[in-house]
């Protein structure tokens, strides 16, 4: 039988990684393109699946597949949702991109 002092390490490390997990989600949320508030800017559409394709899971750096690519608006705004899963964790995530076709000079 496991001492009570194994099993209180163990919850410990459990509590610590699922903090861990959590902070990473917060970051990921911070960084452009983690929320609609703050979409990555992308010149055109087809930039959208290669951007997302190119993301790394933040909290197994997992590859991620490309579930879904869709149009959609936000407190008035077009963006694009790229809907992701993670191939490792299996976490479902989204990434915000906005359009902004360059400026001819």
Do not use: Y
């Not at 209180?8 to 959590?22: G, S, W």
């Not at 579930?67 to 964790?89: F, I, P, Q």
């Amino acid at each position: 039988m496991r001492s009570p002092r194994t099993r209180k390490r163990r919850r410990e490390i459990e509590r610590e990684l699922a903090k861990l997990a959590e902070d990473k989600e917060k970051l990921f949320r911070l960084q452009p393109g983690g929320a609609p508030a703050r979409p990555l800017r992308v010149a055109a559409s087809p930039v959208v699946d290669v951007r997302a394709r190119a993301t790394r899971c933040p909290l197994c750096d997992g590859a991620l597949r490309l579930d879904e690519h869709a149009a959609d608006s936000v407190d008035g705004r077009s963006l694009r949702v790229a809907r992701l899963t993670c191939l490792g964790c299996h976490v479902p995530r989204e990434l915000w991109f906005e359009i902004v076709p360059d400026d001819p000079n």
